[in-house]
């Protein structure tokens, strides 16, 4: 594994290709890595999950995949969808999950995810990027380092399931 010293100088981000079988799969696994955490499920992804998963973001245009690799291995990613403000009539970067193998946690690697979101929401010319978070997730002191900020008043995500 790299050093925290030599991540600045070590990984690259990259903008995923779908289409690329490896990329695919580094997306796939990164994710259930993720879904093992407690911070994501604390249970592995299902096998029709991790399947269909590609093929499902492949179908949502305005999906962004960036991934950190230190050589050939992944480090993390972070997914993407663009949305749009009626507030501001503009698009929005919405990021849907940050996750870092857990080797990789506390190297600056989401730092470096993060700032390429940053860059690519400014060259799309969104007026902001979101993100939603668990209140006991650790990634908020990351999360507010990067300028991200709860709003005045707080603003709650909610969630209902639909039956598939």
Same mark, same amino acid.
């Given at each position: ?10 990984? *690259?981000?990259? *903008? ?74 503009? *698009? ?19 730092? !470096?995810?993060?700032d390429a979101v940053h860059d690519?929401?400014? !060259? ?27 709003g005045e008043p707080k603003w ?9």
């Open positions: 594994m790299i050093t925290e010293t030599k991540v600045s100088e070590q990984v *690259k981000i990259i *903008k995923a290709d779908l289409d690329n079988p490896k990329h695919a799969a580094d997306i796939v696994n990164i994710v259930d890595l993720f879904a093992k955490d407690p911070m994501g499920q604390d249970e592995p992804l299902s096998e029709e999950v991790r399947v269909d998963m590609i093929a499902e973001m492949k179908k949502i245009p305005t999906t962004m995949t960036y991934m950190a690799y230190h050589e050939e291995k992944v480090l993390g990613i972070v997914t993407c969808f663009i949305g749009y403000s009626t507030f501001t009539a503009s *698009k929005t970067f919405k990021i849907h999950d940050v996750a870092v193998h857990p080797d990789a946690r506390g190297m600056g690697v989401g730092t !470096k995810l993060l690519e929401a400014e !060259k799309m010319g969104c007026s902001k990027i979101t993100l939603e978070v668990r209140e006991d997730n650790p990634a908020q002191n990351l999360y507010e380092r990067e300028g991200f900020e709860y709650w995500f909610m969630t209902k399931e639909l039956e598939s």
